[in-house]
């Protein structure tokens, strides 16, 4: 039977950097398994790949002032490019409840150290681009150092950083079960047999549900459809352009290749494994976006280029982070609620510090613990896109 010090179910982003920052501490004897016979075909492939810090609660914050310059500093660090492109996050509020929830999280984004994020006049955003229909634009907030990853590229970039030191990575091989005795985890059942283990950690993304129902542990995420949109090539607004957000109604929207990448989260869309593209809402996306940036009404748009991804919800749009109550050895990282491309690598430091110290002090873990539904202590992120 084979031995692993940590095996690692799934693995997209979130699992590669769990390999990367636990092999880059010392812990060689790692195990990445992966039910596709390619990484990236969850919802790491599917993607949107901005990155911010402009949360509301100190806990999201805390992980992007983390996770943000390490994307900057990705290719020094690990030897390979992940495309950081600091070209921004600007939201633009249409009224003044929205201009006060923007001043909160501004004020609390300084307080825990992010410097490059201001608060803007709505003549002010209507002179940076007139090409949106600003009548209603009250002001907003921008922060220079938000902006884009190309997450396909961090994850292969993890992965090659985590082999290097030593780390396995297994494709097409599903998990079957798992086993345990009085003191926790023992070891992984997989369609490659058997691996012995103490410590497993669940990155299974949208499919974690499943996979902590082995250990019988109801695990609070379910998966959500999410659309998105890209142009052909579109040279009317300007591809130095941050991701916009019109926060009238949650549509957005960021320079890609040649063209752009529209997004939004239809609120009548229901939980389900539905990856399958609804071609009706090209009418309904594009309807927004002419609304808020007139030219956009002549953006060509090929529906067969459009695709569907997954976000993985929790209650209460944060993540599950560290060991499952109960079951000594289980780690939970999940539920990332469509921010687990820009925590990847917070996620990866404060999981594989669990793992081999029993603590972390990038963030105040308990809040994220799994025991927090059980006794009421949900943490609302409002900022959720």
């Not at 075909?41 to 100190?58: C, D, L, Y």
């Not at 190309?150 to 091989?173: E, I, Q, V």
Request: aromatic residues 10%; hydrophobic residues 40%; contains cysteine.
């Amino acid at each position: 039977m084979q031995t692993a010090d940590v095996v690692i179910i799934g693995a997209g982003i979130v699992g590669s950097s769990i390999a990367y920052h636990l092999t880059a501490q010392g812990c060689r004897n790692v195990l990445v398994i992966e039910r596709e016979s390619a990484q990236g075909k969850g919802s790491t492939g599917k993607s949107m790949g901005g990155v911010r810090a402009q949360f509301s609660t100190p806990v999201s914050i805390q992980m992007s002032l983390y996770s943000i310059p390490f994307y900057a500093s990705f290719e020094e660090r690990l030897g390979s490019p992940c495309d950081y492109r600091p070209q921004g996050y600007l939201f633009c509020a249409t009224n003044e409840k929205q201009l006060a929830y923007l001043q909160t999280n501004y004020a609390e984004q300084v307080r825990l150290g992010l410097k490059n994020v201001g608060l803007l006049a709505g003549d002010e955003i209507a002179r940076m681009f007139p090409q949106l229909r600003g009548d209603d634009i009250i002001g907003g907030s921008f922060c220079s150092t938000d902006g884009f990853v190309d997450p396909y590229s961090a994850m292969n970039g993890f992965t090659a950083a985590a082999t290097d030191r030593g780390a396995t990575l297994w494709k097409h091989t599903p998990v079957t079960g798992i086993k345990r005795d009085a003191a926790g985890i023992t070891s992984i059942e997989t369609a490659r047999g058997t691996i012995s283990t103490r410590r497993l950690v669940n990155c299974a993304g949208a499919w974690a549900a499943e996979v902590a129902g082995f250990v019988g542990i109801d695990l609070p995420v379910e998966p959500l459809r999410r659309m998105l949109v890209p142009s052909e090539p579109f040279d009317e607004f300007p591809h130095t352009a941050p991701m916009i957000i019109d926060m009238s109604n949650g549509f957005h929207f960021r320079p890609e290749a040649r063209g752009f990448l529209l997004a939004w989260n239809d609120p009548e869309e229901t939980p389900g494994f539905k990856t399958d593209f609804d071609p009706g809402f090209i009418e309904k996306i594009l309807t927004r976006a002419a609304d808020r940036v007139p030219c956009f009404a002549n953006l060509p748009v090929n529906p067969k280029r459009a695709w569907a991804g997954l976000y993985e919800m929790t209650p209460d749009h944060h993540p599950i982070l560290g060991e499952a109550p109960g079951v000594p050895g289980f780690f939970l990282a999940n539920g990332f609620s469509g921010h687990g491309v820009m925590h990847a690598p917070a996620t990866g430091k404060i999981l594989s510090d669990l793992i081999l110290t029993g603590k972390t002090d990038l963030i105040d873990v308990s809040l994220l613990s799994l025991s927090r539904f059980a006794e009421n202590r949900l943490i609302h992120e409002t900022a959720v896109l």
